[in-house]
């Protein structure tokens, strides 16, 4: 079992890291809402899209190497809303267009999505659909040769700013988990309706909002894979979302460390440097622990992925082992920095209200342990 990275994706990373600072990497007190030009900056580090193939102006990377790009755009930039929704674009968005669209829109579309001329939202929560996807209120009915679209869908991330939106509906209320269609929805498109951003806790950098299809009619070659497919659909890019797109946590608590080991050096009280004392260090090296761990099981789900391997567990621990770190290590970096970690200036606190959400989008933290339950047999 070979832990190293090879020399190409080491160098990746440092490339990604280095023009992320250089280009995004600016630090103020609060990241700020989205703009079409932070978006196009990502876009031209090749962010956009990373695991689209090469052939459609993308990176054709592999689970592994999308996490490590997105592990250092994580590291380096200090708007994880913006990291968010690049990712969220990319895996949620980007994945089920390149491996489910139809051959017409395939091409053109991937095209748009790596270069960045495209955003992509992911529209499948609704209101009483949140981590029971089996029965969507959405609706899809056949009309010649399209689909009818109704129905509401929230916490869409991207939705507000978005030009894809890729989404699901119930087209057989009697099937069930085969009951549901999946569609890349144009976001011009007459009938779709998308709300003002939500006001959130954090993750200010990604747009998020409210969708609605009122009677949205959609050409049958914006449907991805075939009628009914759609719940399968889903699943699958959220094993490439629960794989990868947490790396970016990893990078924010890399770079959440090394701050809290320089201030830890640094800063002095009773004589001493705080380091110094027990309190600290050891935190400190609790919050190493956390991040070392974390990282092994992200690279591990990760690499099953790319192995084409039964990953569903391994996603399942990697994702509750990182956002649960995220959250705990941002406390700790809090604490560590005491009176000044409190506010905003330092970013800190903004860590800590951008890695809360990660127990729970993706799939809550209580329903990750529940797919762990069963897959060994309970």
Not at 11 to 26: C, D, F, P, W
Not at 262 to 268: E, M, P, Q, T
Not at 270 to 277: P, W
Request: neutral net charge.
């Amino acid at each position: 079992m070979d832990f190293d990275l090879t020399a190409e994706q080491r160098k990746r990373y440092e490339e990604i890291l280095t023009a992320v600072r250089e280009r995004l990497g600016s630090r103020s007190p609060s990241s700020g809402p989205f703009t079409r030009a932070k978006w196009r900056s990502a876009a031209r580090l090749g962010l956009a899209g990373l695991c689209i193939p090469a052939d459609h102006g993308g990176g054709g990377l592999g689970a592994l190497d999308t996490a490590l790009c997105l592990e250092a755009f994580g590291r380096g930039c200090p708007d994880t809303g913006l990291v968010f929704a690049v990712s969220a674009h990319l895996l949620a968005g980007a994945v089920p267009i390149r491996d489910y669209a139809q051959a017409a829109r395939r091409g053109p579309l991937l095209s748009g999505l790596a270069n960045g001329d495209l955003i992509a939202a992911n529209a499948i929560t609704e209101d009483d659909a949140g981590s029971d996807i089996s029965r969507l209120a959405v609706t899809a009915r056949r009309d010649g040769d399209g689909y009818i679209l109704n129905g509401d869908k929230s916490f869409a991330s991207n939705a507000p700013d978005a030009d894809i939106i890729v989404t699901y509906a119930t087209t057989s209320p009697r099937a069930g988990f085969l009951g549901i269609t999946g569609f890349a929805v144009p976001a011009s498109t007459p009938g779709v309706i998308v709300s003002e951003p939500f006001a959130k806790m954090g993750l200010d950098g990604c747009l998020a909002g409210r969708v609605r299809f009122q009677e949205c009619r959609i050409p049958e070659d914006y449907r991805l894979g075939r009628e009914g497919q759609g719940a399968a659909i889903f699943q699958h890019s959220m094993g490439w979302e629960r794989a990868c797109l947490f790396a970016a946590y990893l990078g924010l608590m890399e770079e959440q460390l090394e701050r809290s080991v320089a201030h830890a050096r640094g800063r002095r009280q009773f004589g001493r440097r705080i380091g110094d004392f027990q309190a600290v260090s050891h935190r400190i090296a609790t919050m190493k622990q956390r991040l070392e761990s974390s990282r092994l099981l992200l690279y591990r789900a990760c690499w099953m992925l790319d192995r084409q391997e039964d990953h569903l567990e391994a996603a399942a621990l990697s994702k509750v082992a990182v956002s649960e770190s995220a959250v705990a290590n941002s406390l700790d970096a809090i604490q560590i920095f005491g009176g000044s970690g409190y506010l905003t200036a330092t970013g800190m606190e903004q860590q800590l209200r951008d890695s809360v959400p990660a127990m729970i989008f993706s799939g809550t933290t209580e329903i990750q342990r529940e797919l762990v339950a069963r897959t060994m047999g309970l």
